[in-house]
């Protein structure tokens, strides 16, 4: 980890970033909060004849985790198309109960925004559904202190597209290299380091990323 921090502020430092940063991007699942499908696999299991892992392959080879995501269904169809598909024995508000206690929050990172929040704009960017999300807004007091969300469900884009990167440096107030994002994929930060976005790859582990925001003057 700690090698991997210092090719982080090197790469930067190769960069020659001197123009001030003026907002942090963050992503929400694995960053902001844990998540685990595996008990909602299990849960889902006992109202239907399959079991959790016949679950999650069918979560994954049909594509409606995706399409929910990027807005392209509403919630009820999404649960509708589930329960068809399973033959599940819950009705909406108990599906969506099962579905959404799935999130814990990653320790250290509510007081790095709250520290964040007093010097920059902060704007949220996830992959996430309706229901998680509202869940999550609810239950996390994290997640208002964000001053913008781009949230896909809501944008009908996902990462990496770039239009939603776009629209997040809209919302950020600020040019892609004035932007710090932290998110726990590669790929994502990579696609966004190639817009220009100064990016930090996540690997649960706060106390590295505060030690890399201060090498860099951000903290």
């Given at each position: ?39 909602a696999f299990r849960r889902l299991a006992k109202h239907c004849q399959y079991s959790a892992k016949e679950i999650e392959d069918f979560f994954i080879q049909s594509g409606l985790e995706v399409l ?35 999130f814990t929050p990653v320790p250290g990172m509510e007081k790095l925004v709250q520290e964040l929040k007093k010097q920059y704009r902060l704007v949220l960017i996830s992959n996430t559904n309706a ?89």
């Amino acid at each position: 980890m700690e090698h991997y921090a210092s090719e982080i502020i090197r790469r930067m430092q190769r960069k020659k970033i001197r123009t001030k940063i003026k907002a942090i991007l963050f992503d929400l699942g694995k960053v902001l909060l844990h998540f685990n499908f595996e008990p909602a696999f299990r849960r889902l299991a006992k109202h239907c004849q399959y079991s959790a892992k016949e679950i999650e392959d069918f979560f994954i080879q049909s594509g409606l985790e995706v399409l929910y995501d990027g807005g392209q269904i509403s919630s009820r169809v999404f649960y509708q198309k589930v329960k068809e598909a399973l033959g599940l024995r819950l009705n909406f508000s108990a599906f969506e109960k099962t579905w959404n206690e799935i999130f814990t929050p990653v320790p250290g990172m509510e007081k790095l925004v709250q520290e964040l929040k007093k010097q920059y704009r902060l704007v949220l960017i996830s992959n996430t559904n309706a229901m998680h999300f509202a869940y999550a807004f609810k239950r996390y007091p994290v997640l208002k202190k964000f001053d913008r969300l781009i949230l896909s469900f809501k944008e009908k884009i996902r990462k990496p597209d770039e239009r939603i990167y776009r629209k997040a440096a809209k919302a950020c107030q600020a040019k892609p290299n004035e932007i710090f994002y932290i998110d726990d994929r590669a790929d994502l930060t990579q696609a966004a380091s190639e817009l220009g976005f100064n990016t930090f790859t996540f690997r649960n582990n706060a106390p590295e990323l505060i030690r890399t925001l201060k090498k860099i003057d951000i903290l």
